[in-house]
């Protein structure tokens, strides 16, 4: 199979690296010379539009920041839907609101393609070492198509149902994650006020049993100010929002109140 890669920052990178170390006939294109630069002096193709690459493969994964990003690679000047052959796959690894994802989908089946809901959990190490948990909303005959794509990225691909619903696990283990982070500053505010030392506290807390992947982001941070210019800000806080519109006055909805506040903490720090 003969892909391609849109999006190389720190989360479509090392996808895309893990790619071409399986050994795929891959093919990336970014806006930005610098982010090519990894792949100089490789196999890997770059392609000089994404409707370039489009030409030439067979399945893309999209790893952009949020939908506009996704629609302007797909169907913008020069976009995938130009050019990639009908009955071609594309995997959406960013995390979008189900009614985007949706909306791409079915603008895309205009121009014969298939669309895959399949934003990715994990972090860079695990991408790179073909770990990644993808959440995968949409057909189960399209998703048997790019079984060898999936398989080179994660050991752990989840189908949940239709397209969107990929989107829907992301957001709510985002939501959770930014919950999560927002209970561990609790937890610090709480110790500080009993008068607990910060520093005990955090080794307690980062050893024992609330011990949880947003705890530590919290506690290495030291404060939400800490956070602030971190990646998790800028995509925790789209995610919470995102799943803030979803849910609504729906069951769940104290969960996003949580997550909220680590929103609000980022705003006032």
């Known amino acids: 199979?003969?892909?391609?890669?849109?999006?190389?920052?720190?989360?479509?990178?090392?996808?895309?690296?893990?790619?071409?170390?399986?050994?795929?006939?891959?093919t990336v294109y970014a806006r930005r010379a610098a982010?090519?630069?990894?792949?100089?002096?490789?196999?890997?193709?770059?392609?000089?539009?994404?409707?370039?690459?489009?030409?030439?493969?067979?399945?893309?994964?999209?790893c952009v920041f949020d939908a506009a990003g996704v629609e302007e690679v797909l169907f913008g000047p020069d976009g995938l839907a130009s050019t990639l052959r009908?009955?071609?796959?594309?995997?959406?690894?960013?995390?979008?609101?189900?009614?985007q994802i949706r909306t791409i989908a079915e603008r895309?089946?205009?121009?014969g393609l298939?669309?895959?809901?399949?934003?990715?959990?994990?972090?860079?190490?695990?991408?790179?070492?073909?770990e990644l948990t993808i959440m995968i909303g949409g057909d189960a005959e399209t998703l048997a198509d790019v079984t060898e794509f999936l398989t080179a990225l994660s050991n752990h691909v989840v189908h949940l149902g239709e397209v969107g619903a990929g989107s829907y696990a992301k957001l709510i283990n985002n939501t959770m994650f930014a919950a999560q982070i927002a209970l561990a500053d609790d937890a610090m505010k709480a110790g500080e006020s009993l008068g607990v030392d910060p520093g005990g506290l955090a080794a307690v807390l980062t050893t024992s049993s609330s011990v949880c992947i947003a705890s530590r982001v919290r506690l290495r941070?030291?404060?939400?100010?800490g956070l602030a210019d971190s990646p998790a800000n800028l995509t925790l806080t789209k995610d919470v929002?995102?799943?803030?519109?979803?849910?609504?006055?729906?069951?769940?909805r104290e969960l996003v109140?949580?997550?909220?506040?680590?929103?609000?903490?980022?705003?006032s720090d």
């Open 1 to 26: 199979m003969k892909v391609g890669f849109i999006g190389l920052g720190s989360m479509g990178l090392p996808m895309a690296q893990r790619l071409a170390a399986q050994g795929h006939d891959l």
């Open 35 to 62: 982010s090519l630069e990894p792949f100089a002096g490789t196999s890997v193709t770059t392609a000089a539009t994404p409707a370039e690459m489009g030409a030439s493969v067979d399945a893309v994964g999209i």
């Open 86 to 99: 009908p009955g071609a796959v594309v995997l959406v690894h960013s995390t979008v609101a189900p009614t």
């Open 108 to 111: 895309a089946a205009t121009h």
């Open 114 to 130: 298939r669309v895959l809901d399949a934003p990715v959990s994990g972090g860079e190490p695990r991408a790179l070492n073909g």
């Open 221 to 225: 941070a030291l404060s939400f100010a």
């Open 241 to 252: 929002t995102l799943m803030t519109d979803v849910l609504g006055d729906a069951p769940g």
């Open 257 to 267: 109140a949580v997550a909220q506040r680590f929103v609000a903490g980022m705003r």
